[in-house]
């Protein structure tokens, strides 16, 4: 019989053991930090705070918080890698570079034990989500200079037979699939869906002419959205397991379970905070905040205190599956939410809404704009080409369900025909800001 978990020992154990382990890993990386790094010393210094001031894992809040544009300004100030690296470029034996979506791009390096234990924690999300040895799997994720390209590594390590597609054409992508039959793929939520429904068109039947039973989602909010996984699941007649991963950490650090209730994050490799976006302090159990991680484990470039820009909630509860690390619900990110009458609005509240509408294709837009020195916004939706909602009747439905999801409805609602919202291959932009300045 197949084992359950990837590493027993560590996924299950008890949250006394790991934050034991979390606070003797920590010391050590403040340590290293400290002590290599030409930018630690300084921010540690200025603060008035040293590694022996780590005696407990709420300690770290004692230390300086760092964020992307200080992590750019440190690779600029010491090219190629910045001052924030601990060890020779001699030890560095990959990096991956940031997507530059928030300026210009920051190269996140690995030593040779970093790579090898981030692609062994991708084996340990990809057995998490099903996979396992007698699978075949399709990576068709962006391999130039993307930290999830290597991921593909992960799954081979863990025996399944892996096909690197990365970023073929839509037409080439869904010839391997019908050539090899594989029977896992990862890719983004929106891909995903084009991805069927361009099958659909070509009159290839996902569900019985392609094998694929695990879609595993990454990129964006979607896969841990109710109705996006399930009208997913649906076209394919497969499972969506989310993950969630980011470039100055590593790859995926955190995914889904068989019981989809919440992503478990790899806390024996990061310490999460989860803080008030304005006051820094800790907030509770299952209320929004956003996430800080520190790393535990990385010897190329510790990261103290990272300002990930990912707004989450948390629980620390045992989940149903047996894992005892903390579970992360995606919420969106910092630099796509908005403020209008007083309510913080993300895309991927809108997007529950949308997908659990049958007369709607699912696909939104959202443009802010300002409207008498306030923000308001407007909703673009497509109507199913065989939906008989009148389009006055779907426009009020969809405003009426918008407003209670959110507690504050938008400026207006547009219906557009099936087809006419731009279909993503990677990311989908799903938000536009049209006030001056495009403040959020």
Not at 90 to 116: L, N, Q
Not at 347 to 360: C, F, G, M, W
Request: aromatic share 8%.
């Amino acid at each position: 019989m197949s084992k359950k978990y990837w590493n027993e020992a560590i996924e299950t154990i008890s949250r006394e053991e790991l934050e034991i382990y979390q606070l003797e890993k920590l010391k050590e990386q403040i340590t290293l930090a400290y002590e290599n790094s030409p930018y630690y010393k300084k921010s540690f210094d200025e603060r008035g705070v040293k590694p022996e001031d780590i005696k407990s894992l709420a300690d770290i809040q004692k230390f300086p918080i760092l964020t992307k544009q200080i992590v750019r300004e440190r690779q600029d100030a010491l090219p190629i890698l910045g001052d924030l690296v601990t060890v020779p470029e001699e030890k560095v034996v990959f990096i991956s570079s940031s997507s530059g979506s928030t300026g210009v791009p920051t190269a996140s390096p690995f030593s040779k034990r970093d790579f090898d234990e981030f692609q062994d924690v991708q084996s340990r999300l990809f057995w998490e989500a099903g996979m396992r040895p007698s699978d075949r799997y399709v990576h068709a994720l962006n391999f130039s200079l993307f930290v999830g390209g290597p991921d593909v590594i992960g799954a081979q390590n863990l025996g399944a037979l892996c096909i690197w597609a990365g970023t073929l054409p839509t037409d080439r992508l869904l010839f391997i699939l019908q050539q090899y039959q594989p029977t896992a793929i990862w890719t983004t939520p929106s891909y995903a869906w084009y991805l069927g429904e361009t099958a659909k068109q070509k009159g290839i039947d996902v569900a019985k002419d392609l094998a694929i039973k695990t879609i595993i989602v990454a990129g964006e909010p979607g896969g841990s959205i109710p109705a996006t996984r399930k009208a997913i699941e649906e076209l394919w007649d497969a499972e969506v397991y989310d993950f969630y991963g980011i470039s100055d950490i590593f790859g995926a650090c955190a995914g889904a379970c068989e019981y989809h209730a919440g992503l478990h994050i790899a806390e024996d490799h990061m310490l999460v905070e989860v803080v008030d976006e304005k006051t820094g302090l800790p907030v509770k159990e299952g209320e929004r905040g956003e996430m800080l991680l520190t790393t535990l484990r990385k010897e190329a470039r510790p990261m103290i205190r990272f300002k990930t820009g990912d707004i989450v909630t948390y629980t620390n509860e045992r989940c149903e599956c047996g894992r005892t690390h903390k579970r992360i619900e995606i919420i969106g990110r910092t630099d796509d939410m908005f403020i209008s009458g007083g309510v913080n609005v993300f895309p991927s509240d809108i997007e529950h809404v949308t997908r659990k509408i049958d007369a709607l294709t699912g696909e939104y837009r959202v443009t802010i704009i300002k409207d008498n020195h306030m923000t308001k916004f407007n909703v673009e939706v497509e109507k199913r080409a065989d939906a008989i909602t009148s389009n006055e009747d779907l426009k009020a439905l969809v405003t009426h369900e918008i407003k209670v999801q959110l507690g504050v409805k938008p400026k207006d609602v547009i219906i557009l025909e099936d087809g006419e919202l731009p279909r993503a291959t990677h990311k989908a932009k799903r938000l536009i800001d049209l006030r001056e300045g495009g403040e959020a």
